[in-house]
């Protein structure tokens, strides 16, 4: 629910509570004495959001002396996306008014707007016994809706040129040369109502500001692959990427793949690459996102006796993301080694070891900015609308009188930031085998993919005061890494069985997909819930159907959930299912038709 505060309640309020005025008269205040009260409105806030996207795309190709060809394309994209604040949003005049008895029926407000004198035929609006009692008449005129429009495109061209350049021994090099070229446009339009006004430097509504924001980059990258053939049973993949733009500068990243073939059923590969990505234009504007988290609130726990007003539970907080313009790029290095074999004529398999690490993971840190807030009484606001209310954009807490207090009845403007490290290692396998070639007129086969997460570490903000937990490394200078690998959400096993029968018009499949037991959030609330505690394994069975009509159409249906299994529980999340690796909705169905023009 959105929050109001410092609002004048004129002392004639037909709802003013006898008691109240009993105990303001026995603290010698006058009989027309007005109050100022804060809170949040009853219903939550509700925003719908509608998005269109089209993309168009036109190239040509060709052949050149020898065996080089080249490839060009064009290519545009549009997204328009609609979000609509259409339930729990209130007009801040029209509310402000009818807590004083100024807002006349027809929705308008007597100058001058500020007073808060009633006048004849003035409606109220009712702050008292949990706002429940309310005049239809008010709640249809302070009640509103907020509009929302954002818009991307994206302009795009490349050309490609392949061929082959030079021998070793008499293998003939393959190399890839191309260039690419694009722009970016990003725009987003808030209503006005959810802007700060220059007059009064405040939104139109409550608890729902955002600002218009536009922002474009061009992006230009160059690269060349070559296949090296040192001999028939040992390859050498190289390339390098160079990737310019215009508000983030340049940066070059290599590749390295390495391929050996002892035997026609045996071959060993592995590999070596960095990645760079800048921030989207989204994340690196001025704009906001509406967001939440859980606030952990357990006996004894880092905010229980100043967030958390000694409250235990793991209430739901209000949050904003503001981007951040001096946002790093992200950047990668991977490597990966592995084997396929096939032993038999119809089977194969496969292992891969990976290996990934990513720096300057983009992120936001609610928990460091309420431990920085605590440190710095300066990151903490009241609500906007009042003295000293914290400017827009600008990173910090809102709540009650600018002061630190139960957070779940204010909201946390966080700005995205470049967190830390990201590290992650683990095992595929895959098998592979040809049951037969031909049942009904198609080829049946049965697959088994698995992946075993060995170690996921990711940076976290932490406080040298707080003792650690399973999984945390020391803190130092306020940053840690943590293991996260078998702990909630965080899997160490998942795996698919699928049986697959296709011919030339029709198709079936019949899978199974597997996810590991973890550890329960304990996290949250040590008191409720035993390190020991564990989120079940699940196991879904799913089935597919398609039917290619012609070359131009097919009908595809596929049953998710076949047996409408319930996930198991987790008492770390809010709703007791952990939505990450598990899903509710029990068995649904999808029809798709594809046609091709």
């Not at 008691?19 to 009260?37: F, K, N, S, V, Y």
């Not at 090099?173 to 990003?186: K, Y």
């Not at 899997?491 to 029709?506: F, H, I, M, N, Q």
Request: aromatic fraction near 12%.
């Amino acid at each position: 629910p959105a929050p109001w505060s410092q609002a004048n309640i004129d002392a004639a309020h037909p709802n003013f509570p006898a008691e109240l005025r009993t105990r303001m008269l026995a603290r010698g205040l006058g009989p027309t004495q007005d109050i100022a009260g804060w809170g949040r409105f009853p219903d939550e806030r509700q925003i719908d959001v509608e998005t269109q996207s089209w993309r168009a795309l036109a190239g040509l190709r060709g052949d050149l002396a020898g065996d080089w060809s080249w490839e060009a394309a064009v290519n545009y994209g549009d997204s328009e996306s609609e979000q609509i604040a259409s339930g729990g949003i209130y007009n801040r005049a029209r509310t402000l008014a009818a807590l004083c008895g100024r807002l006349l029926p027809d929705g308008s407000v007597p100058s001058p707007a500020r007073d808060c004198i009633p006048v004849a035929g003035g409606l109220w609006y009712n702050p008292f016994g949990g706002q429940a009692a309310q005049d239809p008449r008010v709640l249809a005129l302070v009640r509103d809706t907020v509009p929302r429009t954002g818009e991307s495109s994206t302009y795009g061209l490349d050309f490609k040129l392949n061929g082959t350049a030079g021998t070793i021994g008499e293998r003939a090099i393959a190399w890839a040369f191309g260039v690419e070229g694009r722009q970016e446009e990003i725009a987003d339009k808030p209503s006005p109502l959810a802007e700060v006004s220059r007059a009064t430097g405040q939104t139109g509504v409550f608890g729902f500001g955002s600002k218009s924001a536009r922002g474009e980059r061009e992006v230009s990258a160059i690269f060349v692959e070559s296949l090296l053939p040192f001999t028939d049973a040992f390859d050498v993949r190289v390339a390098g990427r160079y990737d310019h733009y215009s508000d983030f500068g340049g940066d070059f990243n290599p590749s390295i793949g390495l391929r050996f073939r002892p035997t026609d059923d045996l071959v060993f590969r592995g590999g070596w690459n960095t990645g760079f990505r800048a921030p989207s234009l989204a994340q690196a504007g001025s704009g906001t996102t509406a967001a939440s988290f859980n606030l952990p609130c357990a006996t004894g726990s880092e905010f229980f006796t100043n967030w958390c007003a000694n409250r235990t539970g793991r209430p739901s907080v209000n949050s904003q993301i503001l981007a951040n313009p001096d946002l790093a790029p992200e950047t990668s290095e991977a490597w990966n080694a592995g084997l396929v074999w096939s032993p038999l004529e119809r089977t194969t398999l496969s292992v891969d070891y990976w290996n990934f690490e990513q720096e300057n993971t983009v992120d936001v840190d609610y928990f460091g900015l309420l431990r920085a807030a605590l440190a710095n009484p300066a990151l903490i606001f009241p609500f906007a609308g009042g003295p000293g209310e914290r400017p827009i954009n600008q990173p910090g807490i809102e709540i009650s009188g600018g002061v630190v207090g139960r957070l779940q009845n204010g909201e946390v403007f966080a700005q995205l930031q470049n967190i830390g490290v990201q590290r992650t290692t683990g095992w595929d396998f895959e098998i592979e085998h040809r049951l037969a070639d031909d049942v009904y007129g198609g080829a049946l086969d049965v697959s088994i993919d698995a992946t075993r997460v060995t170690s996921f570490e990711r940076s976290e903000s932490c406080s040298p005061q707080v003792a650690p937990l399973r999984g945390d490394g020391a803190c130092v200078n306020g940053q840690r890494l943590v293991q996260f690998n078998g702990e909630y959400r965080y899997p160490k096993w998942r795996g698919t069985v699928a049986l697959d029968w296709e011919s030339d018009r029709y198709d079936a499949a019949l899978w199974a997909t597997y996810v590991h037991s973890f550890y329960d959030d304990f996290r949250f609330d040590p008191a409720a819930i035993s390190p020991s505690m564990r989120v079940s394994s699940w196991t879904v069975l799913n089935a597919s159907w398609g039917w290619n009509i012609d070359d131009v159409h097919r009908v595809s249906v596929q049953v998710e959930n076949l047996t409408d299994r319930d996930p198991p529980r987790a008492l770390g999340a809010s709703a007791w299912v952990d939505t990450f690796n598990h899903d509710a909705m029990g068995r649904y169905v999808t029809l798709n038709w594809i046609g091709r023009f």
